[in-house]
């Protein structure tokens, strides 16, 4: 991270835990850009997050208050808290299995109730944290620790189904976009209600090993290769949009 | 902060009230300001009185998608700086047990009230049982200790609720009010007075919000925008809230802190009351609704000559077993009549050095006195 943004980082605190690779320290970066240039308080935000790689993402690094929560949970804390003092600025960062797996259902009444945060969803497609295990996100047909012979289920399309639930605004980014991942980010904060963003984040550890995608850089690549955008996407086949990420806002 | 002697909010006065009602009004008497729950029986009438007149006094009302949601929205509304209540029974105690934890291990004041059902599972969801005393102090991973108060009445529904507050603000605990079915949709006259005694957490800004120089201490509670940066985590932290897991003192320290900030202050907390027990030979403990069954028997019981007194548990957790240990000494066995298969009983017996006698009832329906009876004349 670069010396400007190190003022919104916890004192004391110098050591990450992402693996080699992580897709989510860029997008912890490119999340402080956002505050930062919208010169937003830290004495005024709440970060709220769950359990796995992502929920590290603010908690413990941000210097403002933080509650690192149960399993799934993030979302009803963050909703308490709001409740309570309506000028905190609430801010949830977790992951896929945190927020679409154990926590859906209170993704999706939180989308419902229209409640006003900001959800930040870093979508590795496994569980990176326990070991690369299959999730609700992962493709079909992966390789997981606990699918050898491929996931036989289909994925969650993350913002069709908040959006479907009620959500204000919802975006999908890949940390291989950081302007636009920026851009949605500060959109997502100045937006009233619930505002949601799918961060789509390698994980070359536990993803990207099982299913052969190489190395970290070859895994950004590859990600670049696959976003396009909804304008572009409505001109391609469903056969030109297999494997595609559509990205932007939806 | 602290203790503060503030004015009712109902007008001073007789109310006819349900025991959820009185719950409701202990609760804003209390200044609670945040509830969130989920309909359950025979817990409803409660949230269903708290979300016209938190309208009315300017706080909080959430009806949440689940048990859990409740439990876990409570623990970001107490840190926000409000007093949080969840309310619930039975199989949505079962779904708030990890929130309890997480809340145990925070230090977050929150109050859970328990109109308890005959369980396990949905078992009889509209009749009374007492089968959730074990899982108030168990019922989360891990050690802990937590706050358990037992009422027996409407009006004492009321008082508790309000004293489970200012529990939970002055140990910076969960605390559980554990009423039943019986007492939940019981309808009675209670008093109202003109003030309440109130506390509220303690404040001290700059101070470490997650532990104290004394081994038993109890630390101060800064709210999420106050500027003091909190960092709160259910992973073992040190006192500034810094995540420290591999730490073998840290983790000993502070799951001994958590025990000894409420094992130190039993005295404080334990509230109980004593009949004929001067000259007892038999002792019946009991709690919650069978100590009205409890007592009527044993004043019916007086009046033929037998010498037998009861020892009413107001406060189940921390158990009194100090007192327990004395009473023994005293009588010659102790009888212990409970809506569940013997879980008090067995707390007793881990105290009494005399004999102890458990009668345990899961039909559904109160012990009623003459039950008692029975079994006491077999007994003296």
Known sequence: MVREMEKYLRPGIGVTTYCPGCGEAILQGLILRAIDELKLNMDEMLFVSGIGCAAWIPSPYFYADTLHTLHGRTIAFATGAKMVNPKLKVMVVSGDGDLADIGGNHLIHGARRNMDMTVICANNQNYGMTGGQVCATTPKGALTMTTHGGNPFRPFDLCRLVKAAGAVYVARYAVTQPMAMIRGIKKALQTEGFAFIEAVTPCPVQFGRRNRLGKPAEMLKDLMSRCVSEEKAETLSAEELKDKIITGEL | ?380
């Not at chain 2, 009438?45 to 859990?68: C, H, K, N, P, Y």
């Not at chain 2, 019922?139 to 009321?158: F, K, N, R």
């Not at chain 2, 309808?187 to 470490?208: M, S, T």
């Not at chain 2, 006192?239 to 094992?263: F, M, N």
């Open chain 2, 1 to 380: 902060m602290g203790k503060l002697t503030a004015k009712s909010v109902l007008p001073p006065g007789s109310y006819y009230f349900s025991g959820d009602e009185a719950v409701a009004e202990g609760a804003i008497a209390a200044r609670c300001g945040y509830c969130a729950g989920y309909p359950i029986t025979p817990a409803t009438e409660t949230l269903e009185r708290l979300s016209v007149r938190f309208g009315e006094v300017g706080a909080v009302f959430m009806q949440m998608e689940d048990e859990i949601a409740s439990a876990c929205s409570c623990i970001g509304a107490s840190w926000a700086g409000a007093k949080a209540m969840t309310i619930t029974s039975g199989p949505g105690f079962s779904l708030m047990q990890e929130a309890i934890g997480y809340a145990v291990f925070t230090e977050t004041p929150m109050v859970l009230v328990d109109a308890q059902r005959s369980g396990p599972s949905t078992g009889q969801a509209t009749r009374v049982g007492s089968g959730d005393i074990m899982q108030a102090k168990w019922g989360s991973h891990g050690d802990y200790q937590t706050i358990a108060l037992s009422p027996w009445s409407v009006q004492e529904l009321y008082d508790q609720t309000i004293n489970a507050f200012n529990l939970a603000e002055r140990f910076r605990v969960p605390v559980f009010v554990m009423a039943e079915e019986a007492t939940a949709h019981l309808h009675e006259r209670i008093e109202v007075g003109a003030d309440v005694e109130l506390f509220n957490r303690e404040k001290k800004p700059g101070a470490p919000p997650f532990g104290t120089e004394e081994a038993d201490g109890v630390p101060p509670m800064p709210a999420f925008g106050d500027g003091e940066k909190l960092l709160i985590t259910g992973s073992t932290h040190d006192e500034w809230g810094v995540r420290k897991i591999t730490h073998p003192d840290i983790h000993q320290r502070l799951v001994t802190r958590l025990h000894q900030k409420i094992l130190n202050r039993s005295q404080e907390i334990i509230k109980y009351d004593g009949y004929y027990l001067d000259d007892a030979q038999v002792a019946v403990v009991c709690y919650g609704f069978t100590a009205r069954s409890a007592l009527f028997a044993v004043e019916q019981l007086r009046g033929e000559g037998k010498k037998i007194g009861v020892l009413r548990l107001k406060t189940l957790w921390p158990f009194a077993g100090e007192l327990i240990k004395d009473t023994g000494s005293r009588v010659g066995k102790i009888f212990v009549p409970e809506m569940n298969m013997g879980q008090v009983a067995g707390e007793v017996r881990k105290y009494a050095l005399c004999d102890v006698v458990s009668y345990g009832q899961v039909t559904g329906e109160i012990i009623h006195p003459r039950t008692i009876m029975e079994q006491l004349r077999r007994l003296v």
